[in-house]
Every structure is written in C-alpha cells, then in structure tokens.
C-alpha cells in the first residue's frame, strides 16, 4: 500500500489541485472528490479523512485569506458556522477513530453517494424555498460532524443550503471558505492526538496541488459557471460511490 501511494505522488498533485479549484470557487467539494478517489484506491476511512483534513489546513488558509482580501467573507455568518461546526468536527473525528474502518467504509460510501446526488439536483437546477437560514448554527455542526466522518462535505452541505435559501453567492462561498479552515484545524488536531498521522506522501500532494488553485479559485468565483463543475463533480463522485457499494454488495 505504502509503495502504490508514494509511486502516485503527482496523481495526488493533480487531485489537490482540481478538488482546490473547485472547492474554492464553488464553497464545496474537496474533501468530497479526495476522499472518494482515495477510500477508492484501498485507504482506511480515518486515515483518509486525517490526510484530507490535514492538507485542507493548509489549502483552506489560502483559501479563506485570499476570499477576505478580496471582500468575499461575511464575518459574522463565518462566526456563526464555525464555532458549532468546530464542535461537531471534533465529535465527528473522535467518533470515526474508534471505529473499524471496514465497518464503516460502506456507510462512508453512502453518505457520499446522496451528497454527489444533492450537487447533481443541485446542477439541474432544483432549489430549497427561498428564505434565510435560521438555524445556522445546527447547519454549522451537522456540517462539521459529517464533514470529519465522511472525510469531506463541509462545503457540499453549508454552501448549498445557504445558496439554496437565498444567500449571495460570494459572501455564502466566501464565509463558508473562511470558517472551513477553522473547522478543519481542529478536526486535525483531534486526528493526530487520537490516531496520529501517516501517508504524508498523500498529505504533501494534495496540500501542493491545493494551495496552487486556491489563489486562482477566489478570482475565479465571480466568474465561474458552476453547472458544468456541479455535473462533473456530480457524476464523479455518484460513480466512484456507487461502483463500491456495488463491490460491497455483490462480495
């Protein structure tokens, strides 16, 4: 396993790099489209989520610093994610150490399948009713809580929940960017007191690829077309989450 990952170093360049493009410009997917392609190469859930979060401290700094600079960032309603989101983070994290990845891989695997189908409904152009989110707090730590056991989904959830009732695009993806790098620190914190850290060939290639697009994503978010990225993101990720609950299954 060790050989396979560190003989795939740019591979992991390339998915930091398109999953930071993305995520960045559209406030989701990092996470989502890493932990897929790595739980599918073979990696244990809370290993994959330790390494995803690990590269996303550094990727979602850049990401959150460039969105201020660049007046993307709602403070308060970054405060009002953050805080609920750091505690369900790390009960999240805490859970997924102790238990058997085999176990729960399938239910990982599940939960990532109905978020590539909510960003596919998303993509065709379904909406919640329009209204502002009430309870941002509760949308905050159930982000932070699935987001560290499924090793991505923070931006999947937040972003469009708040784009669905109504939030301006730049300030949702901007104050949802900025809050991820608190959120993601401490998920990280909690990963390496608990089970520590390994595959740093991983970590350094996604956190490369990441913090080469996450400049270009701030820029990039007032002008992307997101349905196009949405289907791709989509489908990629319904794909590789289907072809392993099929495997799981038929064996």
């Known amino acids: 396993m060790a050989d396979l990952l560190g003989s795939h170093f740019l591979v992991f360049v390339a998915i930091g790099l398109c999953a930071q493009l993305v995520d960045g410009a559209l406030g989701m997917a990092y996470g989502l489209v890493s932990s897929s392609i790595l739980l599918a190469m073979g990696m244990p859930p809370a290993a994959v989520s330790a390494s995803v979060h690990t590269a996303?401290?550094?990727t979602t700094g850049v990401s959150g610093a460039a969105h201020g600079m660049l007046g993307n960032v709602d403070r308060r309603l970054m405060l009002r994610l953050a805080v609920p989101g750091v505690i369900g983070g790390v009960i999240g994290a805490t859970l997924l150490s102790r238990i058997d990845g085999d176990t729960i891989k399938p239910w990982i695997y599940g939960y990532l399948f109905v978020l590539a189908l909510l960003i596919l409904l998303r993509a065709f152009g379904r909406r919640l009713p329009r209204g502002e989110v009430k309870r941002v707090g509760l949308l905050g730590f159930v982000s932070g809580l699935l987001d560290?056991?499924?090793g991505g989904g923070w931006g999947s959830m937040a972003t469009s929940t708040l784009l669905a009732h109504g939030g301006e695009a730049r300030t949702s993806i901007g104050s949802v960017s900025a809050a991820e790098f608190v959120v993601t620190l401490a998920i990280s914190i909690t990963f390496l007191l608990s089970i520590g850290?390994?595959?740093?060939?991983v970590i350094l290639g996604l956190l490369v690829g990441g913090?080469?697009?996450?400049p270009l994503a701030a820029l990039l978010v007032r002008h992307v077309r997101e349905r196009a990225v949405l289907f791709a993101v989509g489908g990629l990720v319904l794909a590789i989450a289907g072809f392993q609950i099929w495997r799981a299954l038929a064996g």
Do not use: D, P
């Open 197 to 201: 850290l390994e595959h740093w060939q």
């Open 211 to 214: 913090a080469i697009a996450a």
């Open 148 to 150: 560290a056991i499924g």
């Open 56 to 58: 996303e401290v550094f």
